[in-house]
């Protein structure tokens, strides 16, 4: 079975093309600048085929898909002979509020409830929206497509970790509490994890950290999420590329009123000009800073060490909060790849009996064990794949 996996931003639409029968990616790619004038990068990964990186124009979505499906079936840059291999349609969505505590089968029912969350991501539902409808218009009715949410997996959380300490109503009745995002990534390493450690038990601990541009971590028991870092909204938690993480609304207020910024102004400035970005003045990248760090930049040592310290305090608090941890999880783009971050973080953690092994460490995109063997805690690095996990809860519900 053929399943094509769909992350649709408001001028953007990601993709890759599964084979189910060995979890393979035939295809990926990307149409940015839609609704503006449109570009199309698509890379087969089968022999022979070449890659195709061109301005294509895409008044909406529906160009896009078309553009997509254009090109999976070419014989140049194809890798299907036919719209009508693909069996299904999987979405990344990354809000389902309360609705949803797993992945389902879209219908007329599911998108007015993906719809009704809207107002908690309104950035990106609407452009989800947006993506199953022109998959739908172009694929036809017949396809099955299925919501998987960043959201659900954080569903098991009790709700000492989800309610937010204001008057209990903003609960009840306008759903404000803590969400928690990331969900499709933490689940997948969190169950790598157990099976690299040979245990499925209800007790297995774990803590994961999703640390890319955005970031966040997460405590996992038995499998299942009790807390995490981001909350209503992915601006909490951890300091991040450009988002300022756990913040005072006291300096919030005092910086509104000093510099006559409205909530927008504000709020673009925590969500963009902040994190280690704002904190160095140098890059939210984190190859940037470990370079700039190294020619001696004090302000990108300081944003570096600013992370290394909430990480570790945050895995702290979840050690705290399941009583005990046996594994700590390094994933996303610096979790997997910056030795230093993660040498950094697991020096804080010696008095959990943490111990890294530093040839380990130093190793490059495999999924391993980092720690030594006398080490308390297993410490491992797992590279994520959340369009696997789509792809799979797709093959899931629909095959
Ligand atoms: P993601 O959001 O998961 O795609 O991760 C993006 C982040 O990964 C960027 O901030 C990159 O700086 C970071 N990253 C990628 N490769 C490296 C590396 N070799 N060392 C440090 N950070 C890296």
């Known amino acids: 079975m053929k399943i094509l996996v769909i992350n649709a931003g408001s001028s953007s639409l990601k993709y890759q093309l599964f084979d189910m029968d060995n979890e393979t990616v035939l295809a990926k790619g990307l149409c940015e600048r839609i609704g503006i004038d449109g570009h199309l990068k698509h890379t087969p990964l089968v022999e022979g085929k070449s890659v195709f990186n061109e301005e294509i124009p895409m008044p909406t979505h529906a160009e896009a898909i078309a553009a997509v499906m254009d090109k999976l079936t070419s014989s140049e840059y194809g890798v299907v002979s036919s719209m009508h291999e693909i069996g299904a349609?999987?979405?990344?969505?990354?809000?389902?509020?309360?609705?949803?505590?797993?992945?389902?089968?879209?219908?007329?029912?599911?998108?007015?409830?993906?719809?009704?969350?809207?107002?908690?991501?309104?950035?990106?539902?609407?452009?989800?929206?947006?993506?199953?409808?022109?998959?739908?218009?172009?694929?036809?009715?017949?396809?099955?497509?299925?919501?998987?949410?960043?959201?659900?997996?954080?569903?098991?959380?009790?709700?000492?970790?989800?309610?937010?300490?204001?008057?209990?109503?903003y609960y009840t009745e306008d759903k404000v509490r803590r969400y928690g995002f990331h969900g499709t990534s933490h689940r997948y390493v969190s169950a790598r994890a157990m099976d690299m450690m040979g245990r499925h038990d209800d007790d297995l601990k774990l803590i994961t950290c999703h640390m890319g541009n955005g970031s966040s971590i997460c405590a996992v028991k038995g499998g299942k999420s009790i807390d995490t870092s981001?909350?209503?909204?992915?601006?909490?938690?951890?300091?991040?590329?450009?988002?300022?993480?756990?913040?005072?609304?006291?300096?919030?207020?005092?910086?509104?009123?000093?510099?006559?910024?409205?909530?927008?102004?504000?709020?673009?400035?925590?969500?963009?000009?902040?994190?280690?970005l704002g904190v160095s003045g140098v890059s939210s990248d984190f190859r940037d800073l470990e370079a700039a760090m190294a020619e001696g930049n004090k302000r990108a040592e300081l944003a570096l060490d600013l992370f290394h310290y909430w990480v570790a305090k945050t895995i702290g608090g979840y050690v705290a909060a399941m009583n005990g941890v046996d594994g700590i999880v390094f994933t996303a783009g610096v979790g997997e790849n910056s030795a230093e971050t993660r040498k950094a973080v697991c020096e804080y953690l010696g008095y959990l009996g943490c111990a890294i092994d530093d040839e380990a460490n130093s190793l490059h995109g495999t999924e391993r064990f980092i720690s030594t063997p006398d080490s308390r805690v297993k410490l491992m690095v797992v590279p994520t794949n959340e369009e696997l996990v789509i792809a799979r809860d797709t093959k899931a519900l629909v095959g």
């Open 89 to 169: 349609v999987g979405h990344r969505i990354v809000h389902g509020g309360e609705y949803f505590s797993s992945s389902v089968v879209i219908t007329d029912e599911v998108l007015k409830l993906i719809e009704a969350c809207s107002p908690f991501a309104p950035l990106h539902n609407p452009a989800h929206i947006t993506g199953i409808k022109a998959c739908m218009e172009v694929l036809g009715k017949d396809v099955p497509e299925v919501a998987v949410f960043d959201t659900s997996f954080h569903q098991t959380m009790p709700p000492k970790a989800f309610i937010y300490a204001i008057p209990y109503e």
């Open 230 to 276: 981001m909350g209503f909204t992915p601006l909490v938690g951890l300091p991040m590329g450009t988002r300022c993480g756990q913040m005072d609304m006291g300096a919030v207020q005092y910086i509104m009123h000093k510099h006559n910024l409205n909530i927008d102004e504000m709020l673009e400035i925590l969500n963009k000009k902040s994190g280690v």
